[in-house]
C-alpha cells in the first residue's frame, strides 16, 4: 500500500509561480510511475503530466507545456510540479497518482494510489 500527500496549494495571481509536492510512504517509490491531474469545479478530472520511475522521461498535456515542470526526488519519495505562468484555467484541485509501473503512465486508470488533492486558485 501506498499513501501519497500533495502539499502547496493556495491563492495566487495570475502570471504566479506555485510549486506542489507529493510526498509517498513505501519503500519503492522509484518503481512508480507518477502523474499529476486536476479537476476543476463542474468538469471532469484531466491529466497533467507524468514521469518515469527513474525520472527520465516526462509527459505534459499540451494546456500546460512550456508551464509546468514534472519533477522526482526518489531519495526523499517525492514528486514535484512546478508551475509557472499560472493562468485563471490553471484553478483546480490537483491530485498526485501512483502507478505500479515504472514508465510513464497517461491515463487516469492506470494509476492504483491517488492523493487526497490540493487547491489551487489563481485570481485575475
Known amino acids: 500500500q501506498v499513501h501519497l500527500v500533495e502539499s502547496g496549494g493556495g491563492l495566487v495571481q495570475a502570471g504566479g509561480s506555485l510549486r506542489l509536492s507529493c510526498a509517498a510512504s513505501?519503500?519503492?517509490?522509484?518503481?512508480?510511475?507518477m502523474g499529476w491531474f486536476r479537476q476543476a469545479t463542474g468538469k471532469e478530472r484531466e491529466f497533467v503530466s507524468a514521469i518515469s520511475g527513474n525520472g527520465a522521461i516526462t509527459y505534459y498535456a499540451d494546456s500546460v507545456k512550456g508551464r509546468f515542470t514534472i519533477s522526482r526526488d526518489n531519495a526523499k519519495n517525492t514528486v514535484y510540479l512546478e508551475m509557472d505562468s499560472l493562468k485563471p484555467e490553471d484553478t483546480a484541485v490537483y491530485y498526485c497518482?501512483?502507478?505500479?509501473?515504472?514508465?510513464?503512465?497517461?491515463?487516469?486508470?492506470?494509476?492504483?494510489?491517488w492523493g487526497q488533492g490540493t487547491q489551487v486558485t489563481v485570481s485575475s
Open positions: 497518482a501512483g502507478g505500479l509501473a515504472s514508465r510513464v503512465i497517461l491515463t487516469a486508470f492506470e494509476y492504483r494510489y
Open positions: 513505501g519503500r519503492t517509490f522509484s518503481a512508480y510511475g
